[in-house]
């Protein structure tokens, strides 16, 4: 059977289903390529409880821990990035 597309680019659709981002013909795509991948099926999977466990613990945050969480991975982010343009 010819492939579908890479594991790669079904993570990536998968990511972006899981918040109907993706296109409809994307979606079908990413399902026929899950009949035939099991590690792709594995890594939906565990997304979706990844994704239902951060939104539950997020949802119990104030606006203010959140914001204070943004601007700790904003933060971590950008120091990140001046240490890999320094190398």
Known sequence: MKEIFKCDEACAICDKA??????????LR?????????????????????????QSEIGELTPDAKAEMQRKIDAEINRNSRLQSNA
């Open 30 to 54: 990413l399902i026929l390529h899950l009949i035939s991948c099991k590690s792709c099926r594995d890594y939906v999977r565990n997304n979706r409880k990844l994704t239902k466990k951060v």
């Open 18 to 27: 899981q918040y109907n981002e993706a296109r409809f013909i994307d979606k």
